[in-house]
Each structure stands twice: as structure tokens, then as C-alpha cells.
């Protein structure tokens, strides 16, 4: 039975880099969200254009557009195990949105994989990322601010959503990568 994943956890708490390592080890497809709009706009198609805008102030795009690319990936890609989601659901629609996808063919949400760390840190992971990744919204002050109160007001309720139905795991992201990967590793085996 293919397995579903969501790598949860606020911006910058390492889900990308943590993902690398999942996917390997237990034979996953990684889709990003973030990174599959960051295609778009790379793309110059009509989505990318919208998306840029939103995604360059720190607002969520809408979530069609997001439920579409999965839906989209779930239906091509073959000879996985399962897959990860990062950055997807983001908001309680989308949540149930993908349980709904789900159902359609007799699934469910396998479990999530919360990686937590404290507001502070996340504009210091933000600002060291920005000078290797050289993302136009981890640049800004201003954009990081409003993607952490983003977080706090649309995706963190997500948390009581998976907990209510016991599939929510969470995993000290505070730690250095290595520790964070083998904690994370410890509640997926
Ligand atoms: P990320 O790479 O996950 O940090 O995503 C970068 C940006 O893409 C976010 O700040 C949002 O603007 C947008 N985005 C990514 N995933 C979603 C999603 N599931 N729903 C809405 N917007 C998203």
C-alpha cells in the first residue's frame, strides 16, 4: 500500500534538507510545493506570475493551485513506496482536501513528521539560507515576518487536525542536522 507522508513544521525548520535523506531511505517521492512553484516562476508560465507576487510578500498561494500539483504528482510518478510532502497541506482546506483525494482510492495520510523549532530560530535559519539559496523571500525581514505569522494562523492549527486523528509525530528541529535526522528516523522506523 503506497504510503503518505506530510513533513511538517513553521519555514526554515530544515523539512527541504531532512526530506533528502527521508526519501532515500525509505524509498519516497519528495514533493515540494514551494519548490514546484519556484519551477513555475523560473518558467515565466501564467502561473509562476501569479505565484511570484504572493509568494514574494510571504502569503500562500491559493490552495487549488497547490491541490492540483499534487494531485498531479500522485497520478504520474510510479515505483515509490510512497511520497513526502513538504510545505503541503498548509492550511486546514487543503488538509482536508487531500483526505478527500485520498479516499478516492481507499487511502489516507500515513502520518506526519512535525520538525519544531522557536520563532528565533527561524529568521536565523531564514537569513543563513538566504545567502546560499538566494531566494528572493527569504531576503527580506519583512517577508519572513509575515510567512512566521502566516504559519502561526493558517498551518499551525493543522497540528490538533492530525493530532485529533493520531497521526501527528513531532521532532526536536533544534538540534544539528545529523540530530535532527536521526531523531526523525526514530519515530519513521
Ligand atoms: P516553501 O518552499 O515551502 O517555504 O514555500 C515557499 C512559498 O510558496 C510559501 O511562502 C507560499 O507562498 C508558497 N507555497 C508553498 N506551498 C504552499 C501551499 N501548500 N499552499 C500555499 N502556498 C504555498
New binding site residues.
Given amino acids: 500500500m503506497t504510503r503518505y507522508y506530510i513533513l511538517f513544521g513553521p ?1 526554515g525548520a530544515g523539512k527541504g534538507t531532512q526530506a533528502q535523506a527521508m526519501v532515500e531511505r525509505y524509498n519516497l517521492h519528495h514533493i ?4 514546484l ?1 519556484r519551477k513555475e516562476i523560473a518558467a515565466g508560465s501564467e502561473l509562476g506570475l501569479k ?1 511570484k507576487e ?2 514574494e510578500k ?4 491559493p ?1 487549488e493551485v ?1 491541490e492540483g500539483m499534487i494531485e498531479n504528482e500522485f497520478r504520474t510518478v510510479k515505483g515509490v513506496d510512497g511520497f513526502l510532502l ?6 486546514i482546506e ?1 488538509a482536508k482536501a487531500l483526505d478527500n483525494l485520498l479516499a478516492k482510492t481507499g487511502e489516507s495520510v500515513t502520518a506526519t513528521v512535525s520538525i519544531m523549532i522557536p520563532d528565533e530560530m527561524i529568521v536565523e535559519r531564514i537569513q543563513g539560507r538566504a545567502l546560499k539559496e538566494g531566494r528572493a ?1 527569504d531576503a527580506d525581514i519583512n517577508v519572513i515576518n509575515n ?1 512566521i505569522a502566516t504559519y502561526h494562523r493558517q498551518t499551525e492549527p493543522l497540528i490538533d487536525f492530525y493530532r485529533s486523528c493520531g497521526k501527528y509525530t513531532e521532532v526536536d528541529g533544534t538540534g544539528s542536522i545529523d540530530e535532527v535526522r536521526e531523531g526523525i528516523f526514530k519515530v519513521m522506523d
Wanted: glycine share 12%; charged share 20%.
Fill in positions: 519555514p515540494s510545493t514551494g519548490a512553484l505565484a504572493l509568494i510571504g502569503n500562500l498561494v490552495d497547490v513538504d510545505g503541503f497541506p498548509r492550511t487543503q523571500d510567512r
